[in-house]
């Protein structure tokens, strides 16, 4: 070790692997069938939602182009939002019945959890849910994505969110393994988004940021300045894709913003968070509610249980990319500001910011605190959570 940097060193050792291939811009579903030949595939599952992408027309101009380039294919349609794992024990028996060697995901991120999970479970002898309870991911057939909504950032993860039917278990999986070896993402194909979906995919992208931006690791400069600037693009940009999903210059920086968000680039070396994510899971899974609308109903809630935890990283936040004037004698009160201007912002956008407007009901907290699995020391980091903190976070977010 080099003894002339000497004490502690705050940011943490990291890896950083993420083999993506991205294809951005006008155009580039045709491009489908080529960059499945490039990334090995012979015979296509090709795997989609409730039915947008066919009456866009996205569906057959990915056909188009797969038959383009002799890639026999196979459709299998009616992802849910809040994909549930029936669809993904149909998808492995089908993917083994017709030798499918590649997997293509087109639709959000629901859809691409889904053809994850089937990709993982295909070629695996045990059933698929163990990697929804904790077995990592290290072999799965290749997934490609082609996606329709800036939202998850599963065309950059890798990760995997499945609900389990019985029991309504909304739980995660992760592993390389199921990183998109391709991702198309076209912002023209956004322009058929309800407003409602795109501001929920925008909350989505803002809480990613800040899962990673509320931190107790001391010295990342580097990565709290991308997560400002990312955040700072969605502020100014998704009220523009709210009032206009056909704009297409703000949609292609959310869409970009999207990615970046979640493949990790400005959450590595530091501690993250993702306890509002746990706890967003529970109303999704019960309700059925976008995700990205329960987590402006859960994120604020969470801000005002922990924010005291580190009052300055909370000023920083609300003076960096809220504009909020920092009060150096009671940086308390910009730390609360902060997170009304975030409460105000989601709100003009017709998202929801209490149970109320989401639809969930008090007497339902007890069961959702206590159906998340908290492990031995608790969900989150900045602040370790059982479940008594997560019944307090929902009733303030009532
Ligand atoms: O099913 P279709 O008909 O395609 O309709 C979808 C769906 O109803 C519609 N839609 C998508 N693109 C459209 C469109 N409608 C018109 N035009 C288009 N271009 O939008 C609705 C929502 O789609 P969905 O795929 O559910 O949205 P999103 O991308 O927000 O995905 C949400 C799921 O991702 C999980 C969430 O928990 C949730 O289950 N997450 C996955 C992550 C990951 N894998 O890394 C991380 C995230 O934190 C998140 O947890
Ligand atoms: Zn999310």
């Known amino acids: 070790m080099n003894k002339n940097f000497k004490g502690e060193n705050k940011m943490l050792n990291f890896t950083f692997y993420s083999p993506t291939y991205f ?4 155009g580039k579903q045709e491009e489908a069938g080529k960059l499945v030949s490039r990334f090995g595939g012979h015979k296509v599952l090709i795997h989609y939602g409730g039915g947008s ?19 026999p294919y196979l459709e299998l349609g009616g992802v849910k939002p809040n994909p549930r794992s029936g669809l993904v024990y149909e998808g492995i028996e089908l993917c083994r019945k017709e030798q499918v060697d590649f997997i293509l995901a087109v639709g959000g991120g629901s ?6 999970a089937i990709a993982a479970g295909a070629v695996y002898a045990g059933d698929f849910w163990d990697f929804y309870e904790g077995k990592l991911i290290e072999h799965a057939l290749p997934v490609g994505t082609i996606l329709t909504i800036p939202a998850a950032g599963s065309e950059g993860s890798p990760d995997s969110v499945i609900t389990k039917e019985e029991g309504m278990l909304k739980r995660g999986a992760t592993g390389d393994a199921i990183r998109p070896c391709f991702s198309i993402l076209n912002p023209e194909l956004t322009a058929t988004l309800p407003k409602y979906q795109v ?9 990613h940021i800040m899962e990673r931006y509320f931190t107790n690791t001391k010295e990342v400069e580097v990565t709290d300045r991308l997560c400002e600037g990312l955040f700072c693009t969605m502020l100014k940009e998704l009220p523009k894709a709210v009032r206009n999903p056909a704009d297409y210059d ?34 999704s899974a019960l309700y059925d509610c976008a995700h990205g609308a329960g ?25 960096r990319v809220f504009g909020v004037t920092m009060d150096f004698q009671n940086p308390e009160e910009t730390a609360l500001e902060g997170i009304c201007r975030l409460q105000n912002f989601w709100s003009s956008l017709g998202l929801p910011v ?18 998340i699995a908290y492990g031995e020391t608790g969900i989150g980091n900045f602040v370790k959570l059982k479940a008594e903190d997560v019944k307090e976070i929902y009733r303030l977010a009532l």
């Open 23 to 26: 294809a951005f811009g006008k």
């Open 53 to 71: 992408v066919k009456r866009s027309g996205l569906l057959d101009a990915v056909c188009a182009s797969l038959q383009k380039e002799n890639l």
């Open 111 to 116: 859809t691409i959890d889904s053809a994850k």
């Open 199 to 207: 501001a929920c995919g925008g909350a989505d992208i803002m809480a």
């Open 250 to 283: 703000a949609q292609a920086n959310i869409m970009w913003a999207g990615m970046t968000a979640h493949n990790n680039v400005v959450g590595v070396g530091r501690e993250q968070d993702w306890a509002s994510h746990n706890i967003e899971h529970e109303l």
């Open 295 to 319: 987590l402006s109903v859960i994120f604020p809630a969470w801000m005002r249980y922990v924010y005291k935890h580190d009052v300055m990283r909370f000023a920083q936040f609300a003076a």
């Open 354 to 371: 209490s149970f109320g407007e989401l639809g969930a009901k008090e007497e339902d907290i007890s069961f959702m605190a206590e159906n």
